[in-house]
């Protein structure tokens, strides 16, 4: 680009007021904000994913960002350390996709729930990637676990790098598509990225790993180009996975299998916990709602219960 030019890109990552962008040819470069941005009535602060405008200075040495787009969709979460109030993670995300092992480590259901309570509280879609299936026989040995999200309504991806399964379906899944990518540490995010995009040429262990060294500093996470189109993004922060914003009311509207019944109890301000002639009870006790989905409904109810009572 010559001097003075500009340019509209996605901001990929962000450290200590320095944003690195990526505009529509591929072209990266660090930028700042442009200091009367700042000062708009209106101002966001910016996120990773955000759409922005950018300028060349006239000398050709430096970046500055004009504009920041409207965003499409925000995932947030709680700041950190139990203290009030949200922090966006990313910007312009169409899904989330919770990675966790089949065994080694076990998988965790209730930091599960939490993550897809997260994405429904944002209103982005979800899928789930049960990676390691070789390690317990293949995709029938985690058919328990799976067919509970997949009653949800959830789609469930069951992966091995080993045996080369389901990969193809999940590289489909990701193409074209800006994904968060979350997890617990361990579970082969990296080595599936790598398996499904050879020519990222991940380390094994890199994702989050970049954004730790910096973590004091680091704003949200980082999007990673893929090849062909689209972006994985990191988000160790949702590692503190404190949701904001939702009232515990509205906690059962985040758990997709609790439609069929919202409005059909006994009482209209029903929490679905004690109260008699529980239409979502009446679920779990048919089997049409799994019980671990509905304990993980209850402990995260009385939780979001015990934040409205302390601010």
Not at 176 to 200: C, D, E, Q, W, Y
Request: aromatic share 6%; proline share 4%; glycine share 12%.
């Amino acid at each position: 680009m010559s001097a003075g030019s500009t340019g509209h890109a996605v901001v990929l990552s962000g450290t200590g007021g320095i944003w690195r962008v990526r505009s529509a040819d591929g072209t990266e470069c660090d930028a700042t904000l442009r200091g009367r941005l700042k000062q708009e009535e209106k101002f966001e602060k910016i996120a990773v994913g955000d759409e922005v405008d950018f300028e060349e200075d006239e000398r050709g040495v430096a970046w500055s960002i004009t504009k920041i787009h409207p965003r499409r969709t925000v995932l947030a979460r709680r700041v950190p350390g139990g203290r009030r109030g949200e922090r966006v993670v990313a910007a312009n995300v169409d899904q989330v996709l919770i990675v966790f092992a089949a065994a080694k480590p076990e998988p965790h259901v209730r930091m599960i729930d939490r993550f897809l309570v997260i994405a429904e509280g944002n209103d982005l879609a979800a899928r789930l990637v049960i990676n390691k299936v070789d390690l317990v026989g293949g995709a029938e040995g985690v058919a328990t676990i799976a067919g509970d999200y997949e009653r949800a309504g959830y789609p469930v991806h069951r992966t091995s790098m080993k045996q080369q399964v389901g990969l193809e379906a999940l590289r489909d899944a990701l193409a074209g598509r800006t994904s968060v990518l979350t997890g617990p540490s361990g579970v082969g995010k990296s080595s599936l990225i790598n398996a499904l995009f050879p020519g990222l040429n991940l380390r094994v262990g890199e994702i989050s790993q970049s954004v730790n060294k910096g973590r004091h500093t680091t704003v949200g996470g980082v999007f990673i180009p893929l090849p062909g189109g689209g972006y994985v993004v990191d988000t160790p922060g949702l590692r503190e996975v404190g949701m904001w914003g939702l009232p515990s009311r509205s906690l059962d509207q985040c758990f997709p299998e609790f439609k069929a019944a919202l409005g059909e109890c006994r009482f209209q301000d029903c929490h679905h916990l004690t109260e008699p002639d529980c239409a979502v009870r009446a679920l779990v006790t048919s089997g049409a709602v799994s019980a671990s989905r509905y304990e993980s409904y209850a402990k995260l109810r009385g939780e979001l219960a015990e934040d409205e009572h302390k601010y």
